[in-house]
């Protein structure tokens, strides 16, 4: 690879970005830059990172998932109602994660097979999969299982799922020196994500679908079983997300994770996937997904209250396409300039 | 060929299906069919169907708002402030109204001047727009509201709110405006065939302009009944609200591939939705149902439309093709019958 092409590229930009988001937040509050803080401090929006990098392939695809934001808060009720029902906590994470791949299925057999936008169908699926979320315990109670910890029914309401066990919580609080486990387990999963997307014939098959999803089935690419397997994946990541999720904030909730649109969103699109499809990379997810993660992280740091955190997600979202769609506009006048043999005046 | 008609009309399908709910529930649940019960689900619609005539404008011209309900949330807040300032009624109401029309605005120059893709630039203008309604109030609620103008929510004319005559009366007059004016087709126009519409010299920026401003109007006119309704500005005012709005018109009939849909299917689905969750009421099922059965109902109508289109169009390249072939048969039987 070229190297000094890999310096134009997107995602260099947001290294630099990076840098210079850490810099300027540290220089106003110098408590923030401090290596073991920021290694930390990821822990707080992994959620957010586990989720945007599998909802890349999707959106790679020319689709949308927003039903991830729901699958968190599914799996996460999930893990705890089966650990409340006497199963293992392992084999209750097992469980969790297959009803986000179920969950994911569902979208992706939904979308491959009809032609109804894929935002209709996951907006369809994210009040399906939060009303089932919130609803289950009830169910669990009529069929006669002891769904709610030893606190009863209102504090449940209140705290969600609690007292699940020290090894589980540990997933999320625990590190190796200075890294905690979940940054361990989002780089982890970025890695073997962009091996599949750069390496696997189903990876690259992606981009042709959100490119020219009709010239990829004359080449022979089964469109319907890649599109299922891109929101299955997203599925499994909103899904681990939510156990995570669980197990860092030591209760199992039903409404864990509902806040996470816009920061995932945000940061699959200012990562360089194109919203329209066929362009993106899991590395540029990555890495503004630490983006985004840090603003938030930096903005409280500064002593701006929460409120102001979207506000600030808001713009960096718009800003980034504004800036993003001048490059564009402007890479199109020169091309045309250059076509017409005019003398480049920029 | 008639029922095919009929068919293809999604607000009629859809109407058709909420009166059978309407009668299962009144059919369980008898004193849901009284007058006061009825008026009472529509008078809760009111805020969803205002939100979803604005979100229609956009959703006919191919594009979307996901930012609407927090132009609500924040209207509501200027609102409730100005109220609380003792700004007098009518210019409160105009202060929120224009609110709303900013925030559209602004998505509009977002998404028509700087070309950033509408789902990109409404979900910023969320954030934004919730961020800000929060640093207005400073995170608490607006309380007290003048009992003046809480009192608009309870005045009633001939039997019927005040609110409920006003909404429909904007109903009725985007209706009529959306069918017979030339300039109001243009939405339509635009989200048929946006390059067509270009060619043919209908103004394309400024109908997309339009759309999203009005959608931003819509939300603003949701918040004055809102904060009229309710009586005090939570901070998750019109949270949500976005998302159901969208279901609403999908539901009614709009398409999201633009070009397709009516004020009526935005007041369909939105009455449709409410009646949902006064049915779970009614039938006596916990209320954190709602989202479930919404959902599924909504994936439910758009896959039964997908299935009736799609037998449609097998129906109707059958008919061509069996036209084609008797019409290559008869010449050649003729020339038979000539040579015997």
Do not use: C
Request: cysteine-free; aromatic content about 8%.
């Amino acid at each position: 690879m070229n190297i000094l092409k890999w310096f134009r590229s997107w995602e260099a930009a947001l290294v630099g970005m990076l840098v210079a988001e850490i810099f300027v937040i540290g220089s106003i509050a110098p408590s923030f830059l401090n290596l073991e803080n920021l290694l930390f401090s990821t822990s707080d929006f992994m959620h957010i990172m586990l989720a945007a990098l599998p909802l890349t392939f999707v959106i790679i695809t020319g689709g949308i998932d927003v039903s991830v934001v729901s699958i968190m808060g599914l799996s996460s009720i999930t893990l705890g109602l089966s650990w409340v029902m006497g199963v293992d906590i392992y084999a209750a994470m097992g469980i969790a994660l297959l009803v986000g791949t179920a969950a994911g299925l569902l979208n992706g057999l939904l979308v491959a097979n009809t032609d109804i936008p894929p935002l209709v169908i996951t907006l369809g699926t994210l009040f399906m999969y939060r009303g089932i979320a919130t609803g289950l315990p009830g169910v669990l109670e009529i069929l006669g299982f002891k769904a709610y910890g030893a606190a009863g029914f209102s504090a449940y309401m209140y705290e969600g799922i609690t007292g699940l066990p020290g090894k589980f919580t540990e997933l999320a609080h625990g590190s190796i020196g200075w890294v905690p486990y979940p940054l361990i387990l989002v780089l982890l999963f970025a890695i073997f994500l962009a091996l599949i997307l750069q390496r696997t014939p189903f990876g690259r098959s992606l981009y042709l679908i959100g490119v020219n999803a009709d010239a990829a089935r004359f080449s022979g690419i089964p469109v319907k079983r890649t599109i299922v397997l891109a929101y299955i994946t997203s599925g499994i990541g909103a899904s681990l997300a939510g156990i995570m999720l669980a197990s860092y904030f030591t209760s199992s909730r039903s409404d864990l994770g509902s806040e996470a649109l816009l920061p995932t969103i945000t940061a699959v699109v200012l990562g360089g996937t194109s919203i329209l499809g066929g362009s993106g990379t899991v590395i540029g997810t990555l890495l503004a997904s630490l983006f985004v993660g840090f603003l938030k992280q930096g903005l409280m740091a500064m002593g701006v209250t929460s409120d102001i955190v979207p506000v600030g997600i808001g713009s960096l979202l718009v800003l980034a396409l504004v800036f993003k769609m001048a490059v564009a506009t402007l890479n199109q006048y020169r091309m045309n300039r250059h076509a017409l043999g005019v003398k480049d005046t920029i | 060929m008639k029922l095919r008609r009929l068919l293809q009309s999604r607000e009629l399908v859809v109407a058709l299906i909420l009166l059978g709910i309407i009668l299962l529930i009144g059919f369980i649940n008898p004193s849901f069919l009284k007058p006061d019960s009825l008026l009472a689900v529509l008078n809760s619609s009111l805020i969803l169907m205002l939100i979803s005539i604005g979100e229609m404008f956009v959703l006919l011209t191919r594009g979307i708002d996901v930012s609407v309900g927090a132009i609500t949330g924040l209207s509501a807040v200027i609102l409730g402030t100005a109220l609380n300032a003792n700004v007098p009624i009518p210019m409160a109401i105009t202060l929120a109204l224009l609110v709303g029309l900013a925030g559209g605005l602004v998505n509009a120059i977002g998404i028509i001047y700087f070309k950033v893709p509408p789902i990109i630039m409404t979900l910023g203008t969320l954030g934004i727009y919730r961020g800000t309604m929060l640093i207005i109030t400073e995170g608490s609620w607006i309380e007290r509201i003048p009992q003046a103008y809480k009192s608009l929510a309870s005045s009633s004319f001939g039997g019927i709110k005040l609110f409920i005559w006003i909404t429909l009366i904007i109903v009725i007059t985007v209706t009529v405006l959306t069918r017979r004016l030339k300039q109001a087709r243009y939405f339509y126009a635009v989200g048929d065939n946006e390059e067509g519409a270009y060619l043919l010299g209908i103004p394309v920026k400024l109908t997309k302009f339009l759309a999203y401003s009005l959608a931003g109007l819509f939300a603003g006119a949701a918040a004055v009944v809102f904060v009229a309704q309710i009586g005090v500005v939570p901070m998750q005012t019109g949270s949500g609200q976005e998302l159901r709005a969208i279901a609403a018109n999908v539901l009614g009939g709009v398409n999201l591939a633009g070009g397709v849909g009516s004020p009526v299917s935005a007041l369909v689905g939105a009455i449709f939705l409410n009646v949902i969750d006064s049915m779970l009421i009614f039938l006596k099922v916990p209320g954190y149902w709602n989202d479930a059965v919404a959902g599924a109902i909504l994936l439910v109508v758009v896959l039964i439309d997908y299935r009736i289109r799609q037998t449609l169009t097998v129906r109707q390249r059958q008919e061509r093709l069996q036209a084609k072939t008797i019409a290559e048969r008869t010449p050649r039987s003729l020339v038979v019958k000539e040579i015997e």
